[in-house]
């Protein structure tokens, strides 16, 4: 297993600015997730965070709206940019360990967006 | 790319009944399919996982069951209990470097 630190847990922002979402992991890990979660509805991918190179995004999803980085294998950023209301969601840092398959979760970060 | 339909999306049960969820899978090449609790306000758990080389998996009250063949899998809770209650997420995945694909989830009640 894994135990992972996402902070903030929550904020609430105006719209036209950008949050920053960290997430920490206390040991090396393969593969690292960014999903969101909106209210009520599943899990969708945003991309996968490539330490050391640019993050695999979902159709959908923009690097200049989500910029993500990964700089070594225990640490990966989520910036959600130019945020408006439609960006209100539920973050999720999730990890690997070893294969892609057994998903770790980090506690998510609840945003509201103004 | 994979898609994952996952039905009921809202089911209600008596304490002490039992829970059905089932799950269908469109790549035929995935081997491996998690399922996942979320509690009101809490992270995704991982709660039981099968692979596709076995047809049944048991743990307590909880199993899962594949079919390959029809591209399915169900999540069975028997002897509900209240602590149940939650959503639960079905996934599919070719292991590889492929992320889960999830399905919408399930909104399980029980009553006492």
């Known amino acids: 297993s894994a135990v992972i630190s996402q902070k903030p847990s929550r904020d609430i922002c105006q719209r036209g600015t950008s949050l920053t979402i960290q997430c920490q992991v206390d040991s090396q890990v393969t593969m690292m997730f960014w999903y969101r979660q909106q209210p009520g509805q599943s899990l969708t991918l945003i991309a996968t965070?490539?330490?050391?190179?640019?993050?695999?995004?979902e159709s959908g999803f923009v690097i200049d709206k989500f910029p993500i980085s990964r700089p070594n294998l225990t640490f990966s950023t989520l910036t959600v940019s130019n945020m408006s209301p439609e960006d209100s969601s539920i973050y999720l840092c999730s990890v690997a360990v070893a294969t892609n398959e057994k998903l770790f979760f980090g506690s998510g970060t609840q945003l509201s967006v103004l | 790319g994979e898609n994952v339909e996952q039905h009921p999306s809202t089911l209600s049960v008596q304490e002490g009944d039992s829970a059905v969820i089932k799950c269908t899978y469109s790549d035929s090449a995935s081997n491996y399919f998690p399922w996942y609790k979320q509690e009101l306000g809490k992270r995704p758990q991982l709660i039981i996982d099968i692979r596709s080389n076995v047809g049944e998996k048991k743990d307590q009250r909880i199993a899962v069951t594949l079919n390959k063949t029809a591209k399915h899998f169900s999540l069975h809770i028997t002897e509900t209990q209240p602590e149940d209650s939650a959503v639960y997420f079905c996934?599919?995945?070719?292991?590889?470097?492929?992320?889960?694909?999830f399905g919408k989830g399930t909104r399980l009640s029980v009553i006492a």
């Open positions: 996934a599919a995945i070719y292991s590889g470097n492929t992320p889960l694909v």
């Open positions: 965070a490539n330490q050391g190179s640019e993050a695999t995004y």
